[in-house]
């Protein structure tokens, strides 16, 4: 069907690429330089945003379907983290 927006499958998780917060911080840390902004334009859970923000760092997430936004805010809503939707 041409022009629809097809959900993804889901495993365990919930997300279909779902990583370890952990493992995005390893990764940021190899890869970001000090001041750079983090945008992940597939967010689904989340984890590489709030990887990026507990180490500093501004990230800008883009979700289209609105399920997944609204479990991202959750995943999000922690004291460490300042959230501005």
């Not at 365990?12 to 493992?23: D, H, M, R």
């Not at 995005?24 to 970001?32: N, Q, S, W």
């Not at 597939?42 to 997944?68: H, P």
Request: charge should be positive; proline fraction near 5%.
């Amino acid at each position: 069907m041409s022009g629809s927006i097809r959900r993804p499958l889901r495993r365990g998780s919930g997300w279909q690429a779902e990583k370890p917060v952990e493992l995005h911080e390893a990764i940021l840390e190899a890869i970001k330089r000090p001041g750079e902004v983090v945008v992940d334009q597939f967010a689904e859970s989340g984890n590489l945003g709030r990887a990026a923000m507990r180490k500093g760092s501004i990230a800008v997430l883009f979700e289209i379907l609105k399920e997944n936004v609204s479990r991202m805010v959750q995943n999000l809503s922690t004291p460490e983290i300042s959230l501005q939707v």
